[in-house]
């Protein structure tokens, strides 16, 4: 567990550099994307939590440099990098699981929805299969037993908003605030 100053200062720091990466086949930074992501989550009146799960979701592909690729599409299971990076670092169990299920909530509705494979853009149909593609019957309905799986089909919507260039949202400094809450409390707690 890390001391809250140092775990701001380090989510800050690798958001921060994510400006100079593209958000992989699409025509927005990392750090754009991050944001625009929050900024849609914030608008809907979600909770911090989930706010800065929105924020932090794709935090596993600029953490690990040397961690195997998808070809050219990012980092290998970035979801399960991300969601156990924030753990270490003390944000909230839910905040994590958000983080760690947002790429299994394409795996669903890939096998809900037929039409919804079929919009997904290239770069997001590449990292499907490489993600293990859309679920089986099983694998979905217990999916949507998850107590959560409402705010993880909301993320998943954000996160595919989240690639437009030019969009006017808050900066980084503005969540701030909210990151030194969410970390004040331990373990089990919520933001
Ligand atoms: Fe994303």
Excluded: N
Excluded at 107 to 120: E, G, I, N, Q
């Amino acid at each position: 567990m890390h001391e809250v100053g140092e775990a701001i200062e380090t989510i800050l720091r690798v958001l921060k550099k994510s400006a100079e990466r593209g958000y992989i086949g699409e025509p927005v930074s990392q750090l754009e994307h991050a944001l625009q992501c929050a900024w849609f989550a914030g608008h809907t009146g979600a909770d911090s939590e989930l706010v800065l799960a929105a924020l932090l979701h794709d935090i596993g592909h600029l953490i690990a440099p040397d961690a195997p690729q998808m070809d050219g599409l990012g980092v290998l299971e970035h979801e399960k990098l991300g969601g156990a990076f924030l753990l270490e670092l003390g944000f909230p169990q839910l905040l994590a699981h958000l983080v760690t299920a947002h790429v299994a909530a394409k795996r669903y509705l890939t096998f809900k929805y037929p039409a919804y494979l079929r919009k997904l853009s290239e770069a997001s149909k590449g990292t499907l299969a490489w993600q293990g593609g859309p679920m089986t019957p099983g694998e979905g309905e217990a999916f949507e037993a998850l107590p959560d799986f409402d705010s993880i089909l909301a993320l998943r919507k954000w996160d595919e908003m989240a690639k437009v260039v030019g969009l006017a949202c808050h900066g980084l400094d503005y969540y701030e605030p909210m990151l030194r809450t969410c970390l004040i409390g331990q373990g089990d707690h919520r933001c």
